[in-house]
C-alpha cells in the first residue's frame, strides 16, 4: 500500500485540536446535518431563524413555530449527553478493532456504564444500516462459513452435524460472506439447513461469482455459482485457490471481540455486535474523519430508544 492509498488516521491529540469544546462539536453536528441550509426537522421548512438564548433548542421554525435542535429527529434525540462525548465515542469505537467494553467507555468519557452501554448500542444501530447488503452484491472470488458464537470452536463441526435440520443448542449461528481484498456481509441464522445457506449465499451474492466453502453438505449441490470446496475434517485446507483463510480471520477477530473484550454478548443483541465488526472491516479503508462522518450520516432520520433497545 502507498501512502497516496493509505487512510488518513487521526491521532487523539488531533481529535481534541478538531474538536476543543461542545460548540465546536455542535457546528460539525449542524454542518453534516444542514449542509444545504438548516430546515425543520418537523415539518421541512427552511424558514428558521436563531434563539437568542440557544438553551436547550437554538432553532425555531417560522412556519409550525416548534423549537429545535440539531439532535431532533435523530438518533441523539432524547440524549443529555454532550455532542463532544458522543464524538468521542464513535472515535473511540472506531480506533479500537476488537471493540471497546461498555465499562471501559464509561471511565474515559466520564458517564455512567449505563449511559456508555446505550451510546454504543445506539452507535451500532446506525452502522446497520450501512450493510454492503444495501448496495452490490458481492462478486469476484468469494469465502462463505458460518460459525457458533458462545461455544467452543472445537465443536464447530461436530454442531454443524447435530444441528444439520435442527434449531440452535444454546449457540448462536452466525454465517459470513468475505470477497477477497473487499466487503464481508454477515447474518445471525436460526439453522445451517441447506435453504438457510443457499438463501443467504443467493440474497448476497451475484451468480456466476466463484464461491469457497468447506465440504459441508448443506453447500452441495450450488446452483448457479463456480463452487469449490475444502475438506477441513480431512485435514485439508487449501486446494488451489480453494480455501476460506479470509472468512476465517474475520471469525478469528470477531471472538478474540467476544471472549478478550465483551466476556458476553447478549443473543438479542449479537447482531449489532457482529455488525459493529462487519462495519470496522468495510470501512478500513476510510480516514477516522471519513469513518466518523458516513456514522452521522446513518444517525439522521434514524431513533432507537432505550425502550424499544431492551425490549428488542
Ligand atoms: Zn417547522
Redesign the pocket.
Known amino acids: 500500500m502507498t501512502n497516496a492509498e493509505k487512510p488518513e488516521v487521526l491521532s487523539l491529540y488531533d481529535f481534541f485540536k478538531k474538536f476543543p469544546s461542545e460548540e465546536s462539536a455542535r457546528l460539525y453536528f449542524e454542518n453534516k446535518r444542514w449542509a444545504n441550509g438548516t430546515y425543520?426537522p418537523?415539518?421541512?421548512?427552511y424558514?428558521v431563524s436563531e434563539c437568542v438564548n440557544h438553551k436547550p433548542m437554538p432553532y425555531r421554525?417560522k412556519?409550525?413555530?416548534?423549537h429545535?435542535s440539531v439532535r431532533t429527529g435523530t438518533t441523539l434525540e432524547a440524549s443529555r449527553i454532550p455532542l463532544q462525548k458522543w464524538l468521542m465515542a464513535i472515535y473511540i469505537m472506531t480506533t479500537a478493532r476488537k471493540g471497546i467494553p461498555s465499562t471501559q467507555m464509561a471511565r474515559e468519557l466520564g458517564i455512567t456504564q449505563k449511559s456508555a452501554w446505550f451510546l454504543a448500542q445506539r452507535i451500532r444501530e446506525s452502522w446497520l444500516s450501512n450493510q454492503p447488503e444495501n448496495n452490490d452484491k458481492l462478486d469476484g472470488d468469494v469465502e462463505v462459513d458460518e460459525t457458533y458464537i458462545g461455544g467452543k470452536e472445537s465443536n464447530k463441526h461436530a454442531n454443524k452435524k447435530l444441528q444439520a435440520g435442527r434449531g440452535g443448542v444454546g449457540k448462536a449461528i452466525v454465517i459470513g460472506a468475505v470477497k477477497r481484498g473487499g466487503k464481508v456481509i454477515t447474518q445471525v441464522i436460526e439453522n445451517t439447513r441447506a435453504p438457510t445457506l443457499k438463501g443467504f449465499i443467493g440474497q448476497h451474492i451475484a451468480t456466476g461469482t466463484n464461491v469457497y466453502t468447506d465440504s459441508f453438505t448443506a453447500y452441495q449441490n450450488m446452483q448457479g455459482y463456480n463452487h469449490a470446496t475444502v475438506n477441513h475434517s480431512a485435514g485439508e485446507y487449501v486446494r488451489g485457490q480453494a480455501h476460506t483463510n479470509g472468512i476465517e480471520s474475520f471469525w478469528a477477530l470477531l471472538k478474540r471481540g467476544y471472549y478478550g473484550i465483551f466476556h458476553y454478548m447478549s443473543f438479542k443483541h449479537l447482531h449489532r455486535y457482529i455488525n459493529e465488526f462487519s462495519f470496522r472491516h468495510n470501512t478500513a479503508s476510510l480516514g477516522t474523519m471519513a469513518f466518523i462522518d458516513a456514522t452521522i450520516g446513518n444517525m439522521n432520520n434514524r431513533r432507537l430508544t432505550y425502550k424499544r433497545l431492551i425490549n428488542a
Not at 412556519?63 to 416548534?66: L, S, T, V
Open positions: 425543520c418537523h415539518c421541512g421548512s424558514g421554525c412556519d409550525c413555530r416548534k429545535f
